[in-house]
């Protein structure tokens, strides 16, 4: 019995290419030593942030507040916008009684014991009336939703800015370091996530 010798080459040439589509299918799947080095770096800084100091002025400072307070406001809440010039004074509009009222606060801005801002309040204004500060603010705090990242202390007359609740989205920290108005020196810790940990 004579054999075939195009059912033997056939056969050598399918093994052939299955054998290639094996090996290209292997070298595809799996990860080069560059990419592994890569990985596990990556998942041995999760946690770990890359610091960078920054400097502002009031006018820088003012901006990227207001920046995030309008990424934070809530439709239907206040709308209000931080200006620094002597003292730190926070703007804003409300409904009362369907009518909209503009109000005005002025307060002593500091850095608390967290590198937060912290606006000691000195007055506060509703139109053209002045208002006692803690009375304004306790109404506030019980009649509006400001988010996590302001936290009012009526009793004391201050409101908190919780500058990483700000950012907490991006996973960026922020603390103040040096609040000095007076000088125009404003300087803050950045700390960047290494990796994304969302």
Avoid: C, H
């Avoid at 304004?136 to 800015?161: C, F, Q, R």
């Avoid at 609040?179 to 960047?192: I, Y």
């Amino acid at each position: 019995m004579k054999q075939n010798p195009w059912k033997w080459a056939f056969a050598i040439l399918l093994g052939l290419v299955l054998g290639f589509i094996v090996f290209v299918w292997f070298q595809v799947t799996t990860p080069s030593s560059d990419q592994k080095q890569i990985a596990t770096q990556t998942t041995q800084k999760q946690g770990q942030y890359a610091n960078v100091n920054v400097v502002l002025n009031k006018e820088q400072l003012s901006a990227a507040v207001n920046y995030y307070l309008q990424q934070n406001q809530k439709k239907g809440a206040i709308k209000y916008r931080f200006v620094l010039d002597k003292s730190a004074i926070l703007m804003g509009t409300t409904k009362i009684l369907g009518k909209d009222v503009s109000f005005t606060l002025y307060a002593t801005p500091q850095l608390d014991d967290s590198g937060n801002l912290e606006l000691k309040t000195k007055s506060v204004a509703i139109g053209s009336l002045n208002a006692p500060p803690s009375f304004v603010l306790g109404y506030i705090k019980n009649n509006y939703d400001l988010g996590k990242w302001a936290k009012i202390n009526a009793s004391k007359a201050t409101i908190t800015l919780d500058l990483n609740q700000l950012t907490k989205k991006q996973g960026i920290k922020i603390q103040g370091e040096k609040f000095d108005l007076k000088q125009d020196d404003l300087q803050f810790k950045v700390a960047f996530p290494l990796s994304n940990t969302n």
